[in-house]
């Protein structure tokens, strides 16, 4: 039997599709894949904190990481006078310095210096910015510090 003979012998109908309806061999039915794992909180949280972004900063265009922006945002929450935002860093800043002096190995004795801050209370807090702030003064011989940052 040629073909044109099976061909015209096949009746189409229930469970049996038109030959040239049906999946192509070598073809797969699935030809985009199984879809990729969406990323778990912690990698997209990552991931959006080290993509960059453009910022003015006195007059000049930089791109930072949004980790980054993040971090100069609190400070200067912080020294504008909110307290959560000065608790928050004077919070971290004290980790990171003993972190720090883990990794330095052993250093003069500071006690005190690193007092826990969430023992402080707002009057105190304000004191220590207000500190802060009249010694960045000091040190930049201005008069004032300027919000521009």
Do not use: C
Request: glycine share 8%; proline share 4%; hydrophobic share 25%.
């Amino acid at each position: 039997m040629s073909k044109d003979e099976t061909q015209d012998d096949y009746e189409v109908g229930y469970r049996q599709p038109p030959k040239d309806t049906r999946f192509q061999k070598g073809t797969s039915g699935n030809p985009k894949g199984r879809p990729k794992k969406s990323l778990d909180f912690d990698h997209e949280l990552i991931r959006e904190s080290n993509s960059l972004m453009t910022i003015n900063e006195n007059g000049e265009r930089k791109r930072i990481s949004k980790h980054k922006v993040a971090i100069k945002q609190l400070i200067k929450l912080a020294m504008t006078g909110n307290t959560q935002a000065l608790r928050m860093y004077l919070d971290h800043h004290q980790r990171a310095h003993e972190r720090g002096d883990l990794v330095a190995g052993p250093q003069p004795n500071n006690s005190g210096k690193y007092d826990k801050v969430k023992n402080l209370t707002d009057e105190e807090l304000m004191w220590i910015a207000a500190a802060a702030l009249e010694k960045m003064e000091q040190e930049s011989g201005e008069g004032h510090v300027s919000n521009t940052e």
